[in-house]
């Protein structure tokens, strides 16, 4: 089959198209014929500092962790799934698991669900790392309907998809954007939006919650921003959050008796730890999505997986709107 690798790490690291042997199938598995493969910030990161990660796979790699696409064969002791199957997941790309800058994967069944029928193969490719983490940052702080909710970054990636299963949870939504065009996008989620150039936290906790702080704040920023999160959050309130490698001074949250939720949705991948759950939460994401509450938001340049090089310089710009995807 034909992958992309890398021989070796770095930030000036070149894909290169090579000749691979397509893989075999372990107990549990299934093999997909991959149709998209989104990137993910933490894929550049590996790219860039492949050797200071501990989960970085071994040169020459085939990097990439979200795809969709369909079963062609079917491994022993698989249920739940036939051949011709259209599914999507985020099942490589870290340690000894074949990325999805490829042809094909050999993907654990529990890493798996059925796409949605309403969904591209584009679209569906888009969803898992970033679906997962908004899922279960949402669950992990019990948002409730009629809650009032935060989200930080309300059209990056975990962002625009925790707005959206945040409002079919039941709550009202406000996020942060910086731009009229960002505005709109979420708008079109059912979001209120927050310029955070314009308006400080206590302005719009002032104005939106009458001083009294959201119940459940997203923070997909992370960073110095968790500050302006445990800020802008209720007393005895839930802040969850996917960037939390920093030092932070808690006296806030402490006085506050906030509840902090850190999720690094790699676990199940990296340490083969109840992998099971992320299909199940890909199976409920796959159900919001076909009732209409779940739309991804795909950046507009067009990427091939030959040039998935150029789709890597675009996410790191940080001007993409939405996910960066590469079509097979």
Partial sequence: MKAMTISKYGENAKFES?????PSLKSGQVLVKISASSINTVDTMIRNMGENLPFSPATPAILGMDFAGTIEKIGTDVTGFS???????????LGDLQGTLADYIAADSKLIARKAKNLTMKEAASLPLVGITAYEGLIRANVKSGQK???????????????????HFGADVYTTISSEKQAEIVKSYGAQSINYKSETVEDYVKKHTNGAGFDVVYDSVGGENLLKSFEA?????????????????????HFKG????????LIPMIHNFKREQHGEILRNITKIAEAGDLKPLLDEQQFS??????????????????????EN
């Fill in 305 to 326: 997986l030959e040039n998935v090089g150029e789709a890597y310089v675009r996410l790191e710009s940080k001007n993409a709107i939405g996910k960066v995807v590469v």
């Fill in 83 to 93: 051949i011709g199957d259209e599914v999507y997941g985020c099942a490589g790309g």
């Fill in 258 to 265: 906030l509840s902090l939720h850190v999720v690094f949705m």
């Fill in 18 to 22: 090579k000749e691979v042997e397509t």
């Fill in 149 to 167: 909710v935060l989200v930080h970054g309300g059209t990056g990636g975990v962002g625009h998809v925790a707005i959206q299963l945040a409002k």
């Fill in 233 to 253: 959050t209720a007393l005895n309130g839930q802040v969850a959050t996917t960037v939390s490698l920093n030092e932070l001074d808690l006296s806030t949250m």
